[in-house]
């Protein structure tokens, strides 16, 4: 499309070749305006090697590109690139490249708290595009980067990349995974990356479970993507599946709770690690959560200092009612009364 829009501010009957360098002009001046905020039209004309009317055409190429450059008379005044309604493009030269995809896998590696789906989505779009002779240098510069931010699990930027890849691409990807007491060969459809803020988990489709199944990127070893291409399945919603697998899904109990509070108030309260909170209304919601026994999930929605209801299992409510009985009977009892010896108790008597 770009192409074309250039071919008709350019000559009718120019050659390939022509075209081909008014295009790279072009380019080079994108570049230029983006260096620093004004450039007069000598400026530009010498540094392209052209005369200041032929710098006329291209910034009107760019404007049809949809590139803001705004143009000025006076003192002071010449070309600027402003800002527009929608992101334009950006060129990048090889230094500037380097730069942007390694701090991208700082971000996605956790080092930003917030950034890392964000950084690993644009990412993707860089290494779409990144000249292979770019992808050694990020590499070498990537391992030397590192992270002090506590409680985020490291995650290899190669593995990262690769599953992006393979998610993007739609290519089915392999990796070796610990089950229980071994480790085994698992071959996926991969749909998303999705991360906790803490680790990075994999929503795929496992085709030796013929179902959907979450996976920790950290876990994962010797991790390849194929070039088999597969259709895209009908899939679940893939932050919201993740989020139910770490908070209820992995353990051997799971309780769910009505909480007669907002759903914003719970969520301040309970890490999405945790539980999974759902709006019902608005002054109530429900929560989602398990663990290796259900008195303690049971104590800690009690210790949100809300009203609530056990929605299920059933013997979580009997549970309740016993734990009653057992706490209104320790807060009823009244404990004996011991007497003082006359050598313990207190002297009034004053000094003088």
Same mark, same amino acid.
């Given at each position: 499309?770009?192409?074309?829009?250039?071919?008709?501010?350019?000559?009718?009957?120019?050659?390939?070749?022509?075209?081909?360098?008014?295009?790279?002009?072009?380019?080079?001046?994108?570049?230029?305006?983006?260096?620093?905020?004004?450039?007069?039209?000598?400026?530009?004309?010498?540094?392209?090697?052209?005369?200041?009317?032929?710098?006329?055409?291209?910034?009107?190429?760019?404007?049809?590109?949809?590139?803001?450059?705004?143009?000025?008379?006076?003192?002071?005044?010449?070309?600027?690139?402003?800002?527009? &309604?929608?992101?334009?493009?950006?060129?990048?030269?090889?230094?500037?490249?380097?730069?942007?995809?390694?701090?991208?896998?700082?971000?996605?590696?956790?080092?930003?708290?917030?950034?890392?789906?964000?950084?690993?989505?644009?990412?993707?779009?860089?290494?779409?595009?990144?000249?292979?002779?770019?992808?050694?240098?990020?590499?070498?510069?990537?391992?030397?980067?590192?992270?002090?931010?506590?409680?985020?699990?490291?995650?290899?930027?190669?593995?990262?990349?690769?599953?992006?890849?393979?998610?993007?691409?739609?290519?089915?990807?392999?990796?070796?995974?610990?089950?229980?007491?071994?480790? =085994?060969?698992?071959?996926?459809? +991969?749909? =998303?990356?999705?991360?906790?803020?803490?680790?990075?988990?994999?929503?795929?489709?496992?085709?030796?479970?013929?179902?959907?199944?979450?996976?920790?990127?950290?876990?994962?070893?010797?991790?390849?993507?194929?070039?088999?291409?597969?259709?895209?399945?009908?899939?679940?919603?893939?932050?919201?599946?993740?989020?139910?697998?770490?908070?209820?899904?992995?353990?051997?109990? &799971?309780?769910?709770?009505?909480?007669?509070?907002?759903?914003?108030?719970?969520?301040?309260?309970?890490?999405?690690?945790?539980?999974?909170?759902? &709006?019902?209304?608005?002054? &109530?919601?429900?929560?989602?959560?398990?663990?290796?026994?259900?008195?303690?999930?049971?104590?800690?929605?009690?210790?949100?200092?809300?009203?609530?209801?056990?929605?299920?299992?059933?013997?979580?409510?009997?549970?309740?009612?016993?734990?009653?009985?057992?706490?209104?009977?320790?807060?009823?009892?009244?404990? +004996?009364?011991?007497?003082?010896?006359?050598?313990?108790?207190?002297?009034?008597?004053?000094?003088?």
């Amino acid at each position: 499309m770009r192409s074309a829009r250039l071919g008709k501010m350019g000559d009718v009957d120019a050659p390939r070749g022509d075209e081909r360098g008014t295009t790279e002009r072009v380019l080079t001046l994108l570049g230029l305006l983006q260096q620093r905020p004004v450039w007069t039209g000598p400026e530009l004309a010498d540094r392209l090697g052209v005369t200041p009317r032929t710098v006329r055409r291209d910034v009107e190429r760019l404007r049809m590109l949809g590139y803001p450059v705004h143009a000025s008379q006076g003192v002071g005044g010449g070309y600027q690139l402003g800002p527009g &309604q929608d992101l334009p493009p950006l060129l990048l030269d090889d230094e500037e490249a380097i730069a942007t995809a390694v701090s991208l896998l700082a971000g996605a590696g956790g080092a930003v708290a917030g950034a890392a789906d964000a950084a690993l989505r644009a990412l993707t779009k860089l290494d779409r595009v990144l000249p292979t002779r770019l992808r050694h240098e990020v590499r070498a510069l990537s391992g030397s980067v590192e992270s002090f931010v506590a409680g985020r699990t490291p995650v290899d930027s190669e593995v990262l990349m690769t599953l992006a890849r393979a998610c993007r691409d739609q290519v089915e990807a392999g990796f070796d995974y610990p089950s229980e007491a071994e480790t =085994r060969r698992r071959r996926v459809e +991969p749909y =998303r990356l999705v991360t906790s803020g803490q680790r990075w988990y994999l929503l795929a489709y496992d085709l030796d479970r013929d179902d959907w199944r979450s996976f920790r990127v950290d876990r994962m070893t010797d991790v390849s993507a194929r070039t088999w291409r597969f259709r895209p399945r009908a899939a679940p919603d893939a932050a919201a599946y993740v989020q139910e697998g770490v908070a209820s899904r992995v353990y051997p109990h &799971q309780a769910r709770f009505l909480v007669k509070a907002p759903a914003d108030t719970v969520r301040a309260q309970i890490p999405a690690s945790a539980a999974v909170v759902r &709006q019902r209304g608005s002054e &109530q919601c429900e929560v989602i959560s398990g663990a290796a026994s259900l008195d303690f999930v049971l104590m800690h929605v009690l210790l949100l200092g809300h009203e609530f209801e056990v929605l299920d299992p059933p013997e979580l409510r009997r549970r309740c009612r016993a734990l009653a009985r057992r706490l209104l009977s320790a807060g009823t009892s009244t404990p +004996p009364v011991q007497e003082r010896s006359h050598e313990s108790r207190p002297s009034l008597a004053r000094d003088g």
